[in-house]
């Protein structure tokens, strides 16, 4: 074996270089989520290459692989942060609310949602629904979600006294779920209204 004359540098390997592991960026991890959930739930999952996301990240592919691994790792995320997002949104508007208002607060809270501006649906069900987008890791993170929504609106039926909780509960969660779906394929907000009327009619008939 010949050795390198003294004073003289080995030329270092690429592949020695390339296999160091890069350390992960808080602000390219953000700048990847806001720009895949802003282009998943405009333009669809599938419609949706990872060019596009990286393009509007301003980064490049290595640092979308790097970070997530994959899109479908980058759904998952997304998804996760968009749970996390509502979930501070609801904690917020719950915060001293009385008791006997808890219910009627998660369903305004929904139907504002469904009249909002950029209104497309739910992106949990669409990640789901859409073909060539379903992955054990996606479907987990959509279910956490639905049960996490149920929990929150039968802990408010609960606030309500002695009722059937569960089925007042149950109840308001199809008319979220049915209003939602309607609002998306009507194209307005027509039905938040419709779903607050039905919502004030279950939560009235359920009190003693």
């Known amino acids: 074996m010949r050795c390198a004359a003294p004073g003289i540098l080995k030329p270092i390997s690429y592949a020695i270089v390339s296999s160091v592991p890069r350390t992960l960026s808080p602000q390219v991890n953000d700048s990847l989520l806001a720009a895949a959930g802003r282009l ?3 333009r669809g999952i599938a419609a949706t290459g990872v060019e596009a996301v990286v393009g509007a990240a301003g980064v490049g592919k290595p640092a979308l692989y790097r970070h997530f691994g994959s899109k ?3 759904l998952a995320a997304v998804l996760r942060d968009r ?3 509502r979930r501070f949104d609801l904690e917020q508007r719950l915060a001293g609310v009385a008791d ?6 998660v369903v305004e809270w929904i139907a504002e949602w469904i009249q909002s501006e950029g209104f497309l649906g739910c992106g949990f069900v669409r990640a789901v629904s ?3 987008a379903v992955d054990d890791a996606v479907v987990s993170e959509a279910r956490a979600h639905k049960r996490w929504l149920a929990e929150q609106i039968r802990s408010a039926c609960a606030r309500l006294g002695p009722v059937a909780v569960d089925g007042t509960a149950r109840h ?5 779920e049915g209003a939602t779906a309607t609002a ?7 039905a938040a ?6 919502a004030t009619a279950v939560i009235d008939a359920s009190k003693p």
């Open 40 to 42: 998943f739930y405009e």
């Open 72 to 74: 479908t790792g980058l």
């Open 83 to 85: 749970h996390e997002t």
């Open 100 to 105: 006997g208002d808890a219910a009627g607060t």
């Open 130 to 132: 859409e073909p060539g």
């Open 172 to 176: 308001l969660q199809l008319l979220i």
């Open 184 to 190: 998306l394929v009507e194209g307005n907000g027509a």
């Open 193 to 198: 209204d419709d779903l607050r009327r039905a």
